[in-house]
């Protein structure tokens, strides 16, 4: 015992001199790095971000000092904005010596859009939580991306500047198959971000998309508060609702003639976020660490066939809390790595009618409690040869193979279930000026275990 | 006409002077690089260096013998103009850690320095006298938006110390070091997107110090 004491005692002690040690060579070598008091910023090359967008995302002020590194922080906030696709720095001398001007050279995304994601997706196993509908809840959908087998997406539109520190855009948006056997497949969307609210660098963005027959509807508002340097605040509330006649479906009798079948989700998150990516999509360094709490309701008609006699609707709610974190590292110009994972706790409710076993169950309410535990390594290689200062055309192929293991309790009457997830992707995406284009295969497989 | 001749007979030669020589020091047993001109007037160069802040180059160099990778070891080299002071700090990070501070006054005595310097990349102590050898050389570009000066200096910090106690102590393999720059070398710098990438295939020399 007592050697077992001294063996800690002297492996606290090494570990305190290496921080000590790290601390002061670290020390050292700030103190050898040069600072540039910034008397005034100028951004050039900002048409559909306005300057003060660009200056509100650097999160600089003139009248500061700042490092290289500190620079090279902001110049990846201002590449997380959606308009720019590449930014550069240079100074240039001030009035007073010893004071620059920072120039912020941006090169943005065109004003028309487009973006397309066609995927290939198959999958086997899971069924139980599904039969419960709490898949949904759990954010556990057997099916990646929302399709079993594939799914297209096209999308295109125009960004409008609107004053001076906003962006407005609209978009039309076809997708296949929809999710609904009788929706049109074709959506229109508007959307608003303000930058720079209250002149904080904080932002917040709206965006309304509706089917052309009126039958789906997405709502979503985002707000972001910067905290300090990475650091972030996050408010994303994300909303969809669906009705659909029940007489549309092909043997009317098996439901209520008339009756509307409604799905409504509403998902809420609260995040704190540490953001230091190079890129928001082909991220090769940096971290991104996230702690949120999520609330998530549910209001949706069974998950079974149409034809099930009993078009009852479950509703659901669930509070959840996760801690995840992602890393990338570059292991030369043209490739790069990542790796990272999560861990959720769930706790929610929800009324509905289950069929389990080979019948119906009528609970009034059901109460559960879950736990997953996630891991992702990820691999991303660049197709063209990384030269040439701007990045306008950007050909990557991604490979991403994640693992999941989930367990939920439920109430008495109804099993614990433990379920195991793998997932592998893999694909081309293409990024220009002009829009993104994504093209996957993606397979699933979830096994589940009743206890 | 002429200048037709001259572009077809006497060009290539022009280029062929135009090569960097890497050379063994006889006295020191260290491989440099030298005549790395041609670099610092790319456009993608030209278009950074005056930005007021700090753009390298990273030297990388790998001993070749009868097709097989006898050696490698690399160098970086950052550069930044001073607006205030109107010169170029040049640091020169040899493959063992070592720093050497510059100050240019202008870009024709950088370009001239360029021209001339050597550039330590590894211990090729052996290498010279075990017959013929080619050297890959590839040299690129790294601009500030890309490149980690922090994360470089803090390399170069505990590489310098890691070297110090190498040389201190008489039994340690002389390899050791240089690899462990080499390996953070890796890790800082040449991970990063260059925008301007150079590679030669040279013969190793034998030469004297200087």
């Not at chain 1, 992707?425 to 994504?438: E, F, I």
Request: proline content about 4%; charged content about 25%.
């Amino acid at each position: 015992m007592i050697r077992f004491m001294k063996n800690m005692l002297m492996r606290s002690l090494g570990l305190i001199w290496v921080l000590v040690v790290g601390l002061a060579a670290a020390g050292a070598a700030a103190a050898d790095t040069p600072t540039f008091r910034i008397e005034s910023i100028r951004v050039e090359g900002a048409s559909l971000a306005s300057a003060r967008v660009v200056r509100a995302e650097s999160l600089l002020a003139p009248g500061h000092s700042y490092s290289e590194d500190g620079l090279r922080l902001a110049m990846r906030r201002i590449r997380r904005l959606p308009v720019v696709i590449d930014v550069d720095f240079r100074l240039e001398r001030g009035s007073e010596r010893g004071t620059y001007v920072l120039v912020i050279r941006v090169v943005e995304t065109a004003r028309f859009f487009y973006g397309v994601d066609l995927l290939a997706a198959a999958s086997h196993g899971g069924w139980v939580l599904s039969s419960l509908d709490l898949d949904d809840l759990l954010d556990e959908s057997s099916c990646p991306e929302g399709s079993c087998d594939s799914l297209k997406v096209l999308s295109t539109g125009v960004r409008q500047p609107v004053g001076a520190a906003g962006i407005g855009w609209a978009a039309i948006q076809a997708r296949y198959p929809t999710g609904s056997l009788s929706d049109n497949p074709t959506a229109f969307e508007l959307g608003y971000t303000q930058y720079d609210l209250f002149g904080t660098g904080a932002f917040s963005s709206a965006r309304l998309a509706m089917s052309s027959n009126g039958q789906r509807k997405w709502y979503t508002f985002e707000a972001g508060i910067p905290i300090r340097g990475n650091h972030s605040l996050r408010l994303l509330v994300d909303g969809y609702q669906q009705n659909e006649d029940a007489v549309a479906y092909l043997v009317p009798d098996l439901n209520e003639l008339g009756d509307t079948r409604r799905t409504r989700r509403l998902d809420a998150t609260l995040e704190w976020r540490i953001d230091s990516r190079d890129d928001p999509l082909f991220p090769s360094d940096g971290h991104l660490l996230t702690a949120a709490v999520h609330f998530r309701d549910r209001d949706l008609p069974r998950s079974g066939s149409p034809f099930d006699p009993g078009s009852v609707n479950t509703s659901g709610r669930v509070m959840s809390f996760e801690l995840a974190g992602t890393w990338y590292h570059p292991f030369d110009p043209r490739q790069s790595i990542w790796w990272g994972g999560g861990v959720s706790l769930y706790r929610g409710d929800q009324t509905g009618r289950y069929f389990y076993e080979g019948r119906y169950i009528d609970p009034t309410e059901l109460h559960f409690d879950a736990a997953t535990v996630r891991a992702e390594v990820g691999y991303q290689r660049s197709i063209w040869r990384p030269t040439g200062s701007t990045r306008l055309n950007d050909l990557r192929w991604q490979t991403t193979l994640s693992g999941l293991f989930g367990q939920s309790w439920l109430d008495e009457g109804f099993p614990d279930i433990q379920w195991r997830r793998l997932d592998l992707s893999t694909g081309l995406v293409l990024r220009n000026r002009w829009g993104v284009a994504r093209f996957a295969l993606i397979y699933r497989s979830r096994t589940e275990t009743v206890r | 006409m002429k200048a037709a001749v001259f572009a077809v007979v006497l060009m290539p030669l022009v280029v062929q002077a135009a090569e960097p020589r890497v050379v063994v020091d006889s006295a020191t047993g260290v491989v440099m690089v030298r005549h790395l001109a041609g670099m610092l007037d790319a456009p993608e160069v030209t278009r950074n260096l005056d930005s007021g802040l700090t753009n390298g180059f990273v030297i990388q160099a790998s001993v070749h013998r009868e097709r097989e990778a006898a050696a490698r070891g690399a160098a970086r080299v950052d550069i930044r103009w001073e607006l205030w002071d109107e010169v170029y700090l040049v640091d020169v990070v040899a493959f063992d850690g070592h720093v050497t501070h510059l100050k240019l006054a202008s870009k024709d005595d950088l370009a001239s320095w360029w021209s001339s310097a050597a550039f330590p990349v590894l211990s090729g102590r052996g290498l010279a006298a075990e017959g013929s050898a080619v050297v890959k050389l590839v040299v690129t570009f790294v601009p500030f938006s890309q490149s980690e000066v922090e994360a470089a200096r803090r390399w170069v910090t505990q590489s310098g110390e890691e070297t110090g106690s190498a040389r201190n102590g008489p039994n340690q393999p002389e390899g050791r070091s240089s690899s462990a720059v080499v390996n953070l070398v890796v890790a800082t710098s040449i991970v990063r997107r260059a925008i301007l990438r150079r590679e030669w295939t040279v013969k190793l020399e034998t030469g004297g110090g200087g």
